[in-house]
C-alpha cells in the first residue's frame, strides 16, 4: 500500500515534509519504520515469510513484523499498529521494549532505495501462533523457530538475510538479556 510517509533527514530529523512511501524510496529519501520482533519465554522467535508479491525480498522467512511509519504517526502506534494489521495481534505499549534506532541503507535490484531509520523493538509473544491472524498481502506463513536461528543465519537460504546478520546478534543479545 503506498502511505503517506514523514521524510527524515539522514541523521532522523524531521524536514517538515511528506510524500509517498513509492516517491521516497524511488528518490532515496530518508524515513522511519519499525521492527517488532516476537519472542517466547522458551527461546524462540516468530519469524514471518513475506508474501511473494512484496516488492523486497519476497519469500524471505523475516523479521515478526515490520512497517513504515505514517506521516504524523507516533512511533509507539505505528508498532502497534503494524502488529495488529500484519498478525492481528493487540499489545499495549509497555509489552513494547525498544532495542534502538539502526540506520539501513540498501539500493534493491528493481530501483528501490531503501533509506530508513528502523526502531526496533522486542516483545514476548503471550498466545499460540495459531491464534494469530495473517494479513494476506503481507504475509505467507507465521512460524516460531529457536532464537539461535539469528545467530545463525550465515549458512540458511531464505531465512533472514546473511549481510545483516550483525543486525540479527543484536536483537539474540537482547532478547537473552531480556529474559535473564
Known amino acids: 500500500m503506498d502511505e503517506l510517509i514523514d521524510i527524515l533527514t539522514p541523521e532522523g530529523k ?4 511528506t510524500a509517498l512511501k513509492s516517491e521516497a524510496h524511488k528518490n532515496g529519501w530518508f524515513h522511519a519504520t519499525v521492527h517488532i520482533w516476537l519472542f517466547t519465554s522458551d527461546k524462540k522467535i516468530l519469524l514471518q515469510k513475506r508474501a511473494l508479491t ?28 503494524e ?3 500484519e498478525i492481528g495481534l493487540q499489545l499495549n505499549d509497555k509489552d513494547l521494549i525498544k ?10 535490484e528493481n530501483g528501490i532505495q531503501d533509506n530508513e531509520h528502523h526502531h526496533v ?23 516460531l523457530w529457536n532464537l539461535k536461528i539469528l545467530k545463525e543465519t550465515k549458512n540458511l537460504e531464505n531465512v533472514l538475510l546473511p549481510r545483516f546478520h550483525e543486525y540479527y546478534v543484536s536483537v539474540y543479545d537482547k532478547i537473552i538479556s531480556h529474559l535473564k
Open 14 to 17: 524531521p524536514t517538515q515534509k
Open 54 to 81: 512484496k516488492k523486497v525480498f519476497p519469500g524471505i522467512w523475516d523479521i515478526s513484523v515490520a512497517g513504515h511509519i505514517a506521516a504524523g504517526e507516533e512511533i509507539l502506534e505505528a508498532a502497534k499498529r
Open 83 to 85: 502488529i495488529f494489521e
Open 99 to 108: 532495542i534502538g534506532t539502526r540506520i539501513h541503507q540498501v539500493t534493491h
Open 121 to 143: 523493538f522486542i516483545a514476548e509473544l503471550k498466545v499460540s501462533v495459531s491464534a494469530l491472524t495473517m494479513q494476506e498481502e503481507e504475509v505467507a506463513g507465521l512460524e
